[in-house]
């Protein structure tokens, strides 16, 4: 048994933190483009932003497990199955991707709006000005959020078991759903428990040590 | 020197297109604090944005130095920016980044090696008194001090000229008196040009060595301060010159005072004398002179930068002829008299 979780964890792990990290490296660059494409005044690019920030809103709200049954056509084309952890992780990646960019924008457009005149003043891009300035401003906004998103992660890939995808939910499912094994659904719930506090705390830990 | 010529702006609402700024002509000569003056809404902020080129204007132009400011390529605009020092109406400061990263982002796209970026911050925050405060953030100062900063910020490029738009509308009046002294230091010691945008005469009256009345984008008077101090011409001066001065008439006075003049009443006057007209005693002259007797019922000192103008409301009592006399006596001497009436 211990071996079937410690595998089990792996798994899981794994599908969370690849997840993690491409949201961070899509959502943060998607996030900031949403935010500047939102200034920009020429038609076509005010087309392009009512089409992303349409598909931003819906994709934020679809239910995790709607997002997969939906997208099982593209995976089984790109992974040959939906039951893997290549495409639980596609899956994961993209239900919290845009919601974190969504979040992204939300925190640029809250910072005050005479932060514009003073970039203009100082000589600044506004492309400049976000990466330099405003993206350093909002991260105490922007870390609590991650790690939100990072916990919404773990549910989620408990979800993806389900599909097939192993890890913790995998294991709950076989062993806790269908033999009803009380022992593992006590020890796998008592892990994702832990390791969400762990995600929490050490983003609290982080951001307390970001805002002064 | 800034110089604006026939500047006009067309701003567009949702009633319809209105005239910002109409027709405003202005001079501020190097070394100066030059005020402009007037009420929420009436053009202050949108002119100092139009000399910044954060706002485009309509038509006229404005010129700094004798080269222009006014429709400007993008490029040219940024390069115009950075040769003027711009405080806004809050600090803006950024809570991510320490005294000393705030005011050194200005020099972030000059392309100066990092050793002279620290030297000039360090003399800004020096010039600002904020030496010891480098290292902390924004959010553990004072109101006061973060727009210190933000003055530092502004004159770490060591510009030509520095735009301040209203700042002490969110101060205090300890906080306002501190920043006022900054004024006048960072003038009189380190030579700053400064356009300073208030709705408040008292400020005006503290630092500004000339003024511009703003009201509704018009330029409505403007000119030395202790000249409009003395003898405003339109009814919004006057209305900021009583503002800023206690140079209401008592009330027992104004219940008994008639504009008309009969053959048993006497003028009630307000004599302003100025430093010069000051050294010698020529209202005791007069009095003597004339054969006169004066009642003081009010009298104050007022302070106009360096200037001190001397104010009093009086009723004098005589012959007619000699009253008249004295008056011209006077006004030759350069004291400012008004007739505010007539008493019995």
């Given at each position: ?141 922007i870390l609590p959020r991650y790690a939100q998103q990072l916990n919404q992660l773990m549910g989620y890939s408990v979800i993806a078991g389900v599909f097939g995808a192993g890890g913790l939910g995998g294991l ?41 | ?100 990263q705030n005011v050194e982002l200005a020099l972030e796209n000059m392309g100066d090696k990092k050793k002279d970026r620290q030297e000039k911050v360090v003399e800004a925050l020096q010039m600002t008194g904020l ?214």
């Amino acid at each position: 048994m211990f071996y079937e979780m410690l595998h089990a964890l792996e798994e899981t792990l794994f599908m969370v933190l690849t997840a993690g990290i491409l949201t961070l490296l899509i959502g943060i660059p998607f996030g900031i483009y949403l935010y500047l494409l939102s200034f920009d005044q020429k038609l076509w690019h005010k087309t392009i932003y009512r089409m992303l920030f349409t598909v931003t809103n819906l994709a934020s709200t679809l239910p995790y497990f709607v997002l997969v049954i939906l997208l099982i056509p593209l995976l089984r084309i790109l992974f040959g199955t939906e039951a893997s952890v290549s495409s639980a992780i596609l899956t994961l990646a993209l239900a919290t991707i845009f919601p974190f960019s969504a979040e992204i924008q939300r925190a640029l457009n809250a910072l005050p709006i005479g932060y514009n005149d003073l970039a203009r003043s100082l000589g600044f891009s506004r492309v400049r000005w976000v990466m330099k300035v405003s993206l350093k401003e909002v991260m105490p906004v922007i870390l609590p959020r991650y790690a939100q998103q990072l916990n919404q992660l773990m549910g989620y890939s408990v979800i993806a078991g389900v599909f097939g995808a192993g890890g913790l939910g995998g294991l709950l499912i076989a062993k806790g759903y269908q033999n009803f094994e009380i022992s593992y659904v006590v020890a796998t719930v008592l892990l994702v428990f832990l390791l969400t506090q762990v995600i929490r705390l050490s983003v609290q830990y982080f951001t307390h040590d970001q805002s002064h | 020197m800034l110089s604006l010529e026939a500047v006009e702006k067309i701003v567009h609402t949702h009633q319809g297109r209105h005239l910002a700024l109409k027709n405003i002509h202005l001079e501020v000569e190097p070394g100066e604090i030059y005020g402009i003056l007037g009420k929420k809404g009436a053009g202050k902020t949108t002119l100092l944005r139009c000399v910044h080129c954060l706002e485009s204007i309509d038509t006229g132009s404005i010129m700094l130095d004798n080269s222009p400011l006014t429709h400007l390529p993008e490029k040219t605009q940024i390069l115009a920016r950075r040769a003027q020092g711009m405080v806004f109406a809050e600090p803006l400061l950024l809570s991510s980044r320490t005294v000393y990263q705030n005011v050194e982002l200005a020099l972030e796209n000059m392309g100066d090696k990092k050793k002279d970026r620290q030297e000039k911050v360090v003399e800004a925050l020096q010039m600002t008194g904020l030496q010891d405060k480098a290292l902390c953030y924004p959010k553990e100062l004072t109101l006061g001090q973060q727009y210190r900063v933000s003055f530092a910020r502004a004159l770490v490029n060591q510009p030509n000229i520095v735009l301040c738009d209203d700042i002490t509308k969110n101060c205090d009046a300890r906080t306002t008196h501190g920043l006022l002294k900054l004024f006048r230091e960072l003038n009189e010691r380190y030579h700053f040009t400064i356009v300073l945008a208030t709705d408040a005469m008292e400020v005006i009256k503290m630092v500004c060595h000339r003024v511009a009345i703003l009201h509704q984008g018009e330029m409505v008077e403007h000119g030395e301060v202790s000249g409009i101090f003395a003898h405003p011409k339109t009814d919004i001066a006057k209305e900021y010159v009583k503002s800023a001065t206690r140079l209401e008439m008592p009330n027992a006075l104004r219940r008994r005072l008639k504009s008309q003049e009969t053959d048993h009443t006497y003028p009630v006057l307000r004599l302003i004398v100025d430093n010069n007209a000051g050294q010698e005693p020529f209202i005791a002259h007069a009095v003597q002179q004339f054969e006169l007797t004066m009642n003081i019922l009010q009298a104050h000192l007022e302070a106009i930068r360096d200037l001190h103008l001397g104010i009093m409301i009086a009723e004098l009592r005589g012959k007619k002829n000699n009253i008249q006399s004295a008056i011209a006596y006077l006004e030759e001497r350069g004291l400012h008299i008004e007739v505010l009436g007539y008493v019995l």
